[in-house]
């Protein structure tokens, strides 16, 4: 018997039908984020495994109706998508075969269908997102979107019972990431016209759009890539505060998860005109080796 066999065991997941489900989101979730997969299968106990990429699956799944297609086309699969998920938690079933492990999920961890509500609530707000005005807009983002996402996996590495003290953490680190995601990939979002440093930070370093978009290599353009790296470091170091707020079956996986984000910030600092031409990202012998520490970790702790 394979290990996610032994995982949807372990989870208490037995309907074959249901198996299957979660078998076919596990496919899904690997063909776009296999490392996070790879990461999750070493670093975290088998019984929580499923329903990881349950959460995963659900949230590929609301972003692929965020971000496919003409905008008058995403809003109405937005809305269709959120009545069936809205009523899926009411009700507790649906004949979707993409919803019913995140159903499932929510039955065995009922923390998380107010987290999976408190997210639809937000994403529609990155339907027409094209960037920020202020530092103020950006937080506010991360208030209706980055951390209601976040949570939708987080809950399930959380403290059991009340996660108000976890759930100020997890802001201050998703704060980090999500400024680092738009950070790393810079050139991406602008190809896409998305500006996502805030116009306000722009001005306060004297740079345009224009010197971005066209990959102008100047002092006052590295200034502001490194203010903003600089901003993302101090954040992430105060978010290292989440790891011990969780349980320690699950810190391998929140420290490997911070670590990633610190080795990908590693690397935009340390080439940061290339980012006005490509997307940055931690280097795989950092990744393997980050991986391999925190594998070790892992089986200290099962132990």
């Known amino acids: 018997m394979g290990s996610w066999e032994s995982a949807l065991d372990a989870a208490g997941i037995d309907h074959p039908g249901l198996r299957d489900d979660y078998s076919r989101q596990r496919r899904q979730v690997t063909q776009y984020k296999r490392e996070a997969v790879l990461a999750a299968q070493l670093l975290l106990p088998a019984r929580l495994l499923p329903h990881v990429i349950a959460a995963t699956a659900y949230m590929h799944r609301t972003d692929s109706l965020l971000d496919s297609g003409p905008l008058d086309e995403r809003k109405a699969a937005y809305t269709r998508w959120e009545q069936e998920v809205a009523d899926g938690l009411g009700t507790g079933g649906t004949d979707n075969p993409e919803l019913r492990p995140l159903l499932n999920t929510v039955a065995a961890y009922p923390a998380l269908r107010d987290r999976a509500l408190e997210h639809l ?31 939708v996996v987080a809950t399930l590495l959380g403290p059991d019972g009340d996660q108000t003290l976890y759930r100020a953490a997890c802001r201050t680190f998703i704060d980090a990431s999500q400024r680092l995601d738009f950070v790393s990939d810079l050139a991406e979002d602008l190809a896409d016209g998305r500006l996502t440093i805030p116009e306000q930070t722009l001005g306060r370093h004297g740079v345009t759009r224009a010197d971005l978009e066209q990959a ?30 969780v349980p320690p079956a699950h810190r391998p996986m929140v420290r490997c998860m911070i670590g990633l984000d610190e080795a990908t910030s590693a690397a935009a600092r ?12 931690p280097g795989k012998l950092a990744a393997l080796r980050l991986l391999g520490r925190e594998y070790l970790r892992a089986l200290r702790v099962s132990r």
């Open 270 to 281: 340390a080439d940061t005109p290339a980012l006005l031409r490509r997307s940055a990202g």
């Open 121 to 151: 609530a937000g994403a529609a707000a990155d339907l027409d997102f094209a960037g920020f005005a202020t530092e103020a807009d950006y937080q506010h983002y991360v208030d209706a979107y980055s951390l209601p996402a976040f949570m």
């Open 216 to 245: 102008r290599d100047l002092p006052a353009v590295r200034a502001l890539i490194l203010d903003q790296l600089d901003e993302v470091d101090r954040t992430l170091a105060e978010g290292r505060a989440v790891v011990g707020l």
